[in-house]
C-alpha cells in the first residue's frame, strides 16, 4: 500500500512523502523503511519506520506521519488488509475422509486428516486445518477458518468468517449429573451450539452443547484460550473474554461486556450490557450485574474493591488503635 | 416409550393417559406433544409436552402428568434410554493405523485417523472416535468411548464404559523436577493412570500419570472440561469435579466429594468423605478438609466465610466507630 | 547400573554392597532387590529396596546405601539414566503428509497421522509423535520430543532436547483486538514464538506468538500443563510454572522465578529474578514483583499476607472489643 492509500482508508491526515510503498506493520522499535509503526503516546518518537500512525500533536519523526484520533486502531484497520489471515488454494487433501453426504461449497481448502461426517455443509472459501474433526449435521457458514485439530460436535452451526484456533472443542456433552443413591445418572445434554458470524475463538478453548436448547456466542464475540462455556450459555454481540476464564451453565453475558482472565461466571447469573470484570474475579449463582467495573472475589464494584484493599491493608492499624484505647480506657 | 412405561421406569404415579408415545426429552418452554419436559418448583406450569414429570402437589396441564420424589433426576434417567450416547456401527476405518499385536473385542468402531499402539487391548463394544491417539499396552474396558482427539499415553488403563470427551489426555507426564545447580533434572515419571469404571471427563482434561506410583480415578466419578489431576492424585467413587479445577500431586479426594468449578486443590491434601469445595476456593498443601461446605481462599467453613464475608463489608464502619471511640476518649 | 556406578554418578558414599544390579527405580513402599529407591527424611526406613540413596546419618536396612546432600536430586539423576524419554526407532510413517521442501535430519522418528508444512527444519533424534501438526517454516532442533497431538505453527522456533507433551499448541494467534465503533477489528498476530533448549512444556498449554515481535521461553524452563502464556511474554531461564498459571501480554518472567499452580499474571508485568509466586495468586497490570515470597490476590509478601490473614480470622473478636469499648465508655 501507498501511504496516501493508508490515510484515506483510515481517513488521517497525511504529513510528508505519500508515495511510500508500505508493506508491513511493525512495532516502532524494529520498523524499517518499509513499515508502518504506530505512537500512542505524546513523547517524541524516534524510529525507523517509513510510515507512523500517531495522535494529532505527537512529535513524530518519519518520512510520513498520519494523524489519527486512535492510532492503535487505524494500525489494525490498514493490518488487516496488509497481513490478511492465510488462506491456502483450494484443494481436499487425498487423506481427508469426508461423508459422501457432505455439501461443499467453492474455494474451499481441507487439509490432511480431516474428517467430516455426514449431512455437513462447508461454506464457500472456508480453511479446514489438517487434523480438524467435524462431526455429522455440522453447518460452517462462509469464509470461516479451523485452524488444526479444532472438533466439532455433530448438530453444530458456524456463521461466517468464524475463526476456532487450534485444538478449540465446539458442541462437547455439557456436565450435568442428577444423584441417585449410589450414582450420577446423566442429565441428557442432546441440545446444540450455535456460533454467529465474525466470531474468534482461541486455542484449546471449550463450548459445551446446550442440555435440551441451545449455547449461543454472538456475533463478533472475541474469545482467548483456555476458556470454558458451559451448557445453555448466551453470550450477546462484540462480548471479550480473555484466557482462562470459565462460565457456567445457563448465564447470560449481555452485548458489550468485557471480561478479563481468570474469571469465574456461576450458573444462572446475568451480566448486563456495558459491564467489566476485572481478572481473577468471581460471581457467584444466580447474580445479576450491572453496567460498570467489577472486581473480587465475589465482585463489587470496583471503587468499592479499592476501598476496602486499602482497609485491609490497614488492618494492623485499626488492631493497634483498639489495643490503645482499650489500655486508655483501663487507666 | 409410552407414558406407563416412562411411570413405570421411574416408578412414578401417572395421572392422564398412559399410552401417550413419548420421543424425546425436551424443556417445558420449548416441548411439544411428543416430548417428556419435567418441572422442579410448586409453581403450575404451562406447556405443550405431552408428559411431565412434577413432584406430587404441583400443578401441571398436560394429557400425562407422573408425580415423583425428584423429577428431575427421574428425567435423566428416562433420558437414558430415549437418549443414548451415539453408537457408530462396528467398523475399523482404513486409515487407522493400529499396530498387529493390539486385541480389539466384538462390536469395536474404530474412526479416521486413529492410531493404536503395541500391545494394547480394546474391550467389546468400544468407540474410538477420529483422531485419537493410544500408545502402547494400554488397557480399555468394554462399552468405553473416546470421542475426537483424545490422547491415552502408554501403558494406561481404562475399566469399562468410561467415557472421555475431545480432546483429554490421559497419562501424560507429571510436573517434577529437582533443582541441580544451574538446571532442573526431571524426577521420573514412570508410573501409569488406572481410570476405573464409569467415569467421565470433559473436554480437554489432563490428567498426569503417577510419578512412581499411579493416578486413580475412582468408579463413577465425574469430570468436567479443562480440570488438572497431576501425578498420584487418588480420587475416590462418585466424586463430582467441576470445569477448570486443578488438584496438584498426591492429592486424595474421598468418595462422594464435590469440587465445584476453578477450585484449586494443592499438593498432599485430603479431602474428607462429604466435603463440598465452593467454586474459585483454594485448599493449600497438606491441609485434611473435614465434611461439610467449606469455600474461599485458603478454604474455612462456609458459614464462617459468610461471617467474615460480613464483616468485610462493615470494615469501613469499624473503622468510624475507632474514630469516634478515640475522639470521645480524648474529649 | 551396578551400585557403585551408582555412587560414582551421584558422588555419595556408598556403604554395603557395590556389585548389586539396579535397574529401575521405585519408591520406598513398592521397592523390590533391583529398585533405587530414596528417603528424604530421618525416620529409620524399612524397605525391599537393593538401594536406598539417603541423606547421612539416616538409619536405612538396606543391602546397598548411598549417602548424599539431596536424595531425591540423586535419585532423578540416576532415574535420568534408568529411564531415559522413550525414542521410537527412526522411521517415517507413510501416512505422515510432508511437504517436498522440509528437511529432515537423520534418527527422526515422525509418527503416523503428522503433516508437516513447507520449509519447515527437523533436527537430527527428533520424535514427532502421532497426530502433531506442524506447519510452514518450523525450526525444530535436534533431539525434541513432540508428543501426540502438539500443534506448532508457522514461523515457529524451537530449539534443541525440547519436550511438548500432548497437544500443545505453540504459535497461536495473541487475543488483541482494537474497539471500531461497532465491531472489534483484530491487531495484527504476524510475530512468532522462540522456544529455547531444554524446554519442557505441559498437556494442553498454549503459548501464543508475539504481535508484531516474539514470544519467548527461555533454556531450561519447565511449564506445566493448561498454561497459557500470551502474546509477547519473554520468560528467562530455569523458570518453573505450574498447572493452569497464565501469564498475559508482553509480561517479563526473569531467570529463575518459581510460579505455582492457578496463578495469574496480568499484562506488561515483570517477575524479578528470584521471585517465588504463591498458588492461586494474581499480579495486576503493570507491577514489578521484587524477589522473595509472594502470595494473595493481588500479590503481598508472603510474610504479610500470612499476618494479614491472621487478622481476618480474628475481625470478629476486633469487633466484639470495639463493641465492649463503646459500651465502657457510655458506662
Redesign the interface.
Known sequence: MKTFEIAALVGGNLVGNGELEIT????LA?ACSLSLAFSVGDASVETDAGCVLAKAGSAVAAPAVIYVD?P??A???V??I??PP?RLDPAI?P?A?ISPTVKIGDGVFI???V?IGEGSVIGDDCQI???S?IGDNVTIGSGSIL???V?I??GCTLGSNVVL???V?IG??G?G????K???????Q?GTVMIED?V?I???T?I?RGA??ETRIGE?T?I???V?I?HNVKIGK?V?I???S?I?GSSVIEDDVVIA??V?I?DHVTIKQGAVIG??S?V?PNKIVRPGFWTG?PVQRSADYL??AA??????E??S??AR??R??QS
Open positions: 508491513h506493520g511493525a512495532d524494529d486512535d492503535r486502531l494500525f489494525s484497520i493490518c488487516e496488509l497481513h492465510k487433501h487423506t475422509v487439509g490432511a486428516h474428517t486445518r489438517p487434523g474433526q485452524s488444526s485439530n472438533i460436535g455433530d484456533h487450534a485444538g472443542v462437547t456433552d456436565f449429573f442428577a444423584r441417585d449410589d450414582r450420577y445418572v446423566k442429565f441428557p442432546i465474525d474468534e482461541g486455542a484449546n471449550c459445551d435440551l436448547g463478533g472475541k482467548d484460550n483456555l470454558q458451559a462484540r471479550v480473555a484466557g482462562q470459565g457456567a482472565g481468570q469465574g456461576s481478572a481473577k468471581a457467584f472475589i476501598k476496602q482497609l485491609l491493608r490497614n488492618l494492623e485499626l488492631r488503635e483498639i484505647l482499650r486508655s480506657g
